[in-house]
């Protein structure tokens, strides 16, 4: 059983709409952390948002703050990622992302135990 799987990606006009799911199954009911990465061609893998199950607080790359809202439904076991104001720049693949809190900082990949196989994320001008 996959342990996450995304869903929601294609393909936006700047300025548009997309939002992305993440289902959790199987282990990841432990993870108190859930997250979105996204990695661009020939560009590392970056952080885009956090979302935190034991408070329910929520962290934002500077680059998507004001743009992008994390957030869960409980009763899904679903986190979403909504994402408004689109830009070219933000094409790349989306990934989703379950840990712990307390194993490094939000925004480094080995801080997550568990990944999604990503989304595509396509932002034409």
């Known amino acids: 059983q996959v342990p996450l799987v995304e869903s929601g990606g294609g393909s936006v006009q700047a300025g548009g709409s997309l939002r992305l799911s993440c289902a959790a199954s199987?282990?990841?009911?432990?993870?108190?952390?859930m997250a979105w990465f996204r990695q661009a061609p020939a560009k590392e893998r970056e952080a885009v948002a956090v979302?935190?199950?034991?408070?329910?607080?929520?962290g934002y790359a500077d680059s998507v703050k004001g743009r992008f809202t994390i957030s869960q439904d409980t009763a899904k076991n679903t986190v979403y990622l909504q994402m408004n104001s689109l830009k070219p720049e933000d094409t790349a693949m989306y990934y989703c992302?379950?840990?712990?809190w307390g194993r490094g900082r939000w925004t480094s990949s080995s801080a997550y135990d568990y990944w999604g196989q990503g989304t595509q994320v396509t932002v034409s001008s």
């Open positions: 992302a379950a840990g712990l």
């Open positions: 199987g282990d990841t009911y432990s993870s108190n952390k």
């Open positions: 979302f935190s199950k034991r408070d329910s607080s929520t």
